[in-house]
């Protein structure tokens, strides 16, 4: 019978070393599980550093997750620090790729930030409560007057308790090798508080993870964070041309640090 423990351990590197596909879905469902460890860890050290749900809980978290890129066979190359020495509130857009952003995220993230996340994170068992403990702001994407009001909130806890916020305004992962076009609630949020947005790209996943292909190697993510565009004296009438100029600026640092060329923005085929 003991013998029977020796086939998975030799079984394991050898499809490592043999098959794309297992590697694929070893790393996935190890990142996943890992996560849901750490986040398992996390929960106590939180409640005991502020008693409960509250923004000063990213730093454990961000101190806990960081070693796990390491474990993926991932690295990140930062440009334009300088651009988060921006004192007060202030909104952060990324593009969106896959659930590894919040590697890089967590890679950079500034002290008393927090995310805008999606509804259904909550319920993501051990994650999903330590992102509630992490001060994460939850929307209903369904919902658009939901959204809307949750972002007016959003802004007033902005100023009142002098927070940044981390937004994806694709609103929805994205491996199409170009940018999705942005929705409209992280360019209200910050006219709303006449705080500033720093743009930030993550350069293409596609040279070491396909989500289609099953592939999944070791690879580098170039993380460029780009100068913070104004906001003060904006109305409401300034968000869309705010939100174009917030794309065209991504778009091409994003097609910069990925060294490609745009791919059709055609509808997509599932």
């Known amino acids: 019978m003991d013998a029977l423990w020796v086939i998975p351990l030799l079984l394991v590197p050898l499809l490592m070393w043999t098959s794309s596909t297992f590697v694929f879905y070893f790393k ?18 939180c409640i005991l550093k502020s008693g409960g749900r509250d923004i000063e809980n990213m730093r454990i978290i961000r101190i806990l997750v960081r070693h796990v890129k390491y474990f993926l066979g991932l690295r990140f190359e930062v440009s334009g620090w300088e651009h988060l020495q ?16 919040v590697l890089g995220l967590m890679e950079i993230l500034p002290d008393r930030c927090t995310m805008i996340a999606k ?7 051990t994650v999903g409560l330590i992102c509630w403990l992490g001060g994460i702001v939850f929307i209903n994407r369904k919902k658009t007057s939901d959204a809307k009001s949750v972002m007016a909130d959003a802004a007033k806890t902005m100023l009142d308790d ?5 937004v994806f305004p694709e609103g929805t ?4 090798g170009d940018l999705l076009p942005f929705k409209k609630g992280a360019f209200h949020l910050a006219v709303q508080a006449q705080a500033p947005i720093i743009p930030i790209v993550f350069s ?16 580098t993510i170039r993380l460029k964070i780009l100068p913070k565009i104004e906001t003060k004296g904006m109305t409401s009438d300034d968000v869309s041309s ?9 778009r091409s640092a994003f097609l910069d640090v990925s060294g490609s060329v745009p791919q059709s923005n055609g509808p997509s085929r599932h």
């Open 119 to 125: 509804k259904e994170l909550i319920y993501a068992g």
């Open 242 to 250: 705010l939100s174009d100029k917030s794309f065209n600026v991504m």
């Open 204 to 219: 293409s996943y596609s040279n070491f993870y396909l989500r289609k292909e099953k592939q999944f190697k070791s690879g």
């Open 28 to 45: 996935k469902c190890f990142y996943v599980a890992w996560m849901m460890v750490l986040a398992l860890v996390a929960i106590p050290l």
């Open 173 to 176: 992962r994205n491996q199409k």
């Open 86 to 101: 921006t004192e007060g509130p202030y909104v952060i857009i990324s593009n969106h790729q896959s659930s590894l952003d």
């Open 162 to 166: 002098q927070i940044r916020l981390w």
